[in-house]
């Protein structure tokens, strides 16, 4: 199973990035899907999850700018980030719950995509 993110860039503070991940491989199902941001010297920080069920988490930091999407057909997963501040800077790495083939529930993180809020 490998996980593939998308949509990072250089915004201006205020501005807005849409990412995206999608998930390939023996994947049975998916339940969680989700987002995490790394800078350096800090701890990796949990951003959102949404569910297969439609259920949809944030973090505090994030609530009403940022809106997580799941397309399950596709196994993708959306975030949508908007009025964008400099502390949103980060690598942004997904992370998927993911019955296997093997019928085996395992954790898979994708690469991560660099976001820069910057003017």
């Known amino acids: 199973v490998q996980l593939q993110a998308s949509g990072g860039g250089l915004v201006q503070p205020g501005g807005s990035l849409r990412l995206s991940c999608a998930a390939f491989g023996s994947i049975r199902s998916i339940y969680d899907m989700g987002w995490y941001r790394q800078t350096p010297g800090k701890q990796r920080e949990w951003v959102a999850t949404?569910?297969?069920?439609?259920?949809?988490r944030y973090a505090d930091s994030i609530k009403g700018r940022f809106t997580i999407s799941r397309d399950n057909t596709k196994n993708t997963v959306h975030l949508q980030m908007n009025s964008l501040k400099p502390d949103d800077t980060a690598i942004y790495l997904c992370k998927a719950t993911v019955l296997t083939g093997g019928n085996l529930w395992r954790d898979y993180w994708g690469q991560g995509t660099q976001v820069t809020v910057s003017s």
């Open positions: 949404a569910t297969s069920g439609g259920i949809t």
